[in-house]
């Protein structure tokens, strides 16, 4: 049974950080990316990791300021969030996918087999 668990989420004032974490089990995926959706928008990709060489691709609005990484030994997943704006806030979820991705690739939320609940965060 493959659960995708999201915590960390919460509130932070502009210029601060925030880590989320995605504990996995039941499986393991060649690829783990974190999306966002705010209110009244489409899920947009924000960071993904490739498990097999460890390459990482990031939204270009968010490059230099988060940081996705995997603990294997754990099995989690970690978006390392830090720099925010207001425009950051939004409902973070994980999400797997089976085969690998790219740059352009990790983007569309329709190749990614599972999701998690998701993670809010609201940064003023």
């Known amino acids: 049974h493959v659960q995708l668990v999201e915590s960390g989420g919460g509130s932070a004032l502009a210029g601060g950080s925030v880590r989320l974490s995605c504990a996995a089990s039941?499986?393991?995926?060649?690829?783990y990316s974190w999306f966002r959706q705010a209110p009244g928008q489409e899920r947009e990709g924000v960071a993904a990791?490739?498990?097999?060489?460890?390459?990482?691709y990031y939204l270009n609005s968010v490059e230099g300021r988060f940081t996705i990484s995997l603990d294997n030994s754990r099995d989690m997943v970690y978006l390392q969030m830090s720099n925010l704006r207001p425009e950051d806030t939004a409902m973070y979820y994980c999400?797997?996918?089976?085969?690998?991705?790219?740059?352009?690739?990790?983007?569309?939320?329709?190749?990614?087999?599972?999701w998690g609940q998701g993670t809010q965060v609201t940064v003023s």
């Open positions: 999400a797997a996918a089976s085969d690998t991705c790219g740059s352009v690739s990790f983007r569309r939320a329709g190749r990614y087999d599972y």
């Open positions: 039941g499986y393991t995926f060649n690829t």
């Open positions: 990791i490739d498990t097999g060489d460890g390459s990482t």
